[in-house]
């Protein structure tokens, strides 16, 4: 196994192609038996195989492959749920925060200002995170409505929710202050 490991190391894309049919309905078992949502083990399959073969160098002799694919594989699905747990959080305290002030009088206020900031962010990354957390859509439907990746979409959502926890407090005061 190791000489397959060598292979890929030195750039063999036909040995890459090899180990890609053999050990992708593994991972992407892995990931169905972790997420239980076939779309998402999907994308994340695919984010390992692009690891494999953009740190390919970094491979070792010394272990089987199968060590180093599921290693990776462990890796994703951790920063997959941290950062999917870090967005969840940031919108739900968002949330709160405007929930915890709504009242019928000022309902027209606090979304006109919830949508100045979203207006803040890069017109792709509101659009993706507008997708993604108003309406619903998954990574990969986001991906193929808009012709990108799902990990570019992943990184729209995680930089929109960055951004939009900056503005949460802002807009919870401005809030406020439509209520005096």
Known sequence: MSEIIEEIKCG?????ENVFRLWHKKVN????????SADLADELTQVVFIKLWRFRGSLSGDHHLEHQLFRM?????????????????????????????????????????????LNTLPPVRKNVFILSK??????????EQLSISPRTVENHVSLATKQLAKYSTVVLLCALATLK
């Not at 925060?97 to 027209?108: A, C, P």
């Not at 108003?134 to 991906?143: D, M, P, Q």
């Open 29 to 36: 078992g892995y990931f169905i038996s972790k997420t239980a």
């Open 73 to 117: 594989a462990k890796s994703v699905l951790l920063d997959y749920f941290r950062t999917e747990s870090t967005a969840k959080r940031h919108l739900s305290l968002y949330s709160d925060e405007l929930q915890g002030i709504h009242t019928g009088e000022n309902q027209f206020e606090i979304r006109q200002q919830l949508y100045a900031v």
């Open 12 to 16: 063999n894309e036909v040995a890459f």
């Open 134 to 143: 108003l309406h619903g859509y998954s990574y990969k439907e986001i991906a």
